[in-house]
């Protein structure tokens, strides 16, 4: 990973809740665990000396069962919460130490967020809350209709402007609390539990346009999911949190194929697998010529494993040709490289 490509440091950050937090830190430096912590001390120790980075232009999901730290973290990146310890630095800017006025106007320009409840204003038409945040920017009349109105038809509620939240469905509010986000045009998107309360054919479809967005935009996104399987669709990176720790960071592929410990080993167990790793996972990368004599199919690069299996079952093959998006022979897979990454 290119240090320049870097949006996010997140350096050594514990986060304890309670009475005396600071005197708690040479416990959690000792190595003290959450439990013992909340039990023995009556505090609790949400964040756990986490190092992470998150990359411009990326969708970096973060994720963990219920109680695993993450919305805490995400809350850390715009310092709606300060650390016990550690820093937060974006664009080389440490966040916990800026000034009020700074991290108000860092807050109203840098970042922005979208909530799993939608956090409308009920008395505000769709397109007034679409506007919201360009209004406490000061952002002139004609610009702010002109950019409300652009990403109300980018979020596909042309003609709804005037509609109320009570009005819409879940989906609908969600995506006016979306497009009221993307209107600040802030680098850093925030994203934490956004779909969670949707019925699961409306979640997909956001996930979608999140993802066909991002094509376009390409922001810095952080994500917050419990969800593993909308982890796998959206994310480019996933981190995973257990009790407070960064587990695992990595590709899909990493998290996948090279699980960091039995936590995560557990975690990803029930994932199809075909529906998720591509081809260019599972080759090897070194060609070889005599591969392509035993009938072997063409398959591309990003693939996934249950195109390139139903390709080899179509021509009855037990071999496949990787290709590049020129054309280019780039590597092979055989049967046993699948079934070896279906059943790992």
Known sequence: MSESNVKIHINNLTKIFGASPSSMLP????????????????????????????NAHSIEVIMGLSGSGKSTLVRHINRLIAPTSGSVLVDGEDVCAMSDKTLRDFRQRKTAMVFQNFALLPHR??????????????????????????????VGLAGLDRHYPAQLSGGMQQRVGLARALACDADILM???????????????????????????RKTIVFITHDLDEALKIGDRIAIL???????????????????????????????RTGVLRARSIMALKWQQE????????????????????????????????????????????ADMVAQAVNY
């Open 291 to 334: 591969k392509a004599q035993n009938n072997a199919v063409v398959v591309q690069e990003d693939d996934t494993l249950r195109k390139v299996l139903h390709m080899m079952l179509k021509a009855d093959s037990f071999n496949a040709v990787v290709t590049d998006e020129a054309g280019k022979a780039v590597g092979h897979i055989d």
């Open 191 to 217: 994203m934490d539990e956004a779909f969670s309360a949707l019925d699961p054919l409306i979640r997909s479809d956001m996930q979608d346009i999140l993802l066909e967005l991002q094509k376009d935009l």
């Open 242 to 272: 257990n009790q407070g720790r960064l587990v695992q960071q990595g590709s899909t592929e990493d998290i996948l194929l090279r699980p960091a410990d039995g936590y995560v080993r557990r975690f990803v167990a029930d994932v199809n």
């Open 27 to 54: 416990l959690v430096e000792q190595g003290i665990g959450k439990g013992k912590l909340l039990e023995e001390h009556d505090h609790v120790l949400a964040l756990d000396r986490v190092n992470m980075q998150l």
């Open 125 to 154: 038409t769709v397109i007034d809350n679409i506007a919201f945040g360009l209004e406490v920017r000061g952002v002139g009349r004609t610009q702010l209709n002109e950019k409300s109105y652009f990403w109300l038809d980018k």
